[in-house]
Nanobody
Framework: QVQLVESGGGLVQPGGSLRLSCVASGSIFSINVMGWYRQAPGKERELVAR???????NYADSVKGRFTISRDNAENTVYLQMNSLKPEDTAVYYC???????????????WGKGALVTVSS
């Protein structure tokens, strides 16, 4: 069984910074993708940033230059450093991972429970 455990989130003023963390644990053979999605009130869930196993990184245009995604050396933790936050960044942020559970298993998508980020004065 694989679990994604998120930490971080909270209230921050515009222009401030916040860091989200997500740890994947359980029956993990390899991690293909780790990333972050967000869903604002009344809007569809959207990709924020992701890291693919080969090292390729994708960012949403709206966060380029402000957010940074990274992983630790164990390849089981993903971070999202959010700088210069704007009110429109307010959303529930979800950790996502696509994981190969074993040498002869197929790949499976996993989601965290979400962390609320509120950017307001």
């Amino acid at each position: 069984q694989v679990q994604l455990v998120e930490s971080g989130g909270g209230l921050v003023q515009p222009g401030g910074s916040l860091r989200l963390s997500c740890v994947a644990s359980g029956s993990i053979f390899s991690i293909n993708v780790m990333g972050w999605y967000r869903q604002a009130p009344g809007k569809e869930r959207e990709l924020v940033a992701r890291i693919i196993s080969g090292g390729r990184i994708n960012y949403a245009d709206s966060v380029k230059g402000r957010f940074t995604i990274s992983r630790d050396n164990a390849e089981n933790t993903v971070y999202l450093q959010m700088n210069s936050l704007k009110p429109e960044d307010t959303a529930v942020y979800y950790c996502y991972s696509n994981i190969r559970r074993g040498a002869f298993y197929d790949d499976v998508d996993y989601w965290g429970k979400g962390a609320l980020v509120t950017v307001s004065s």
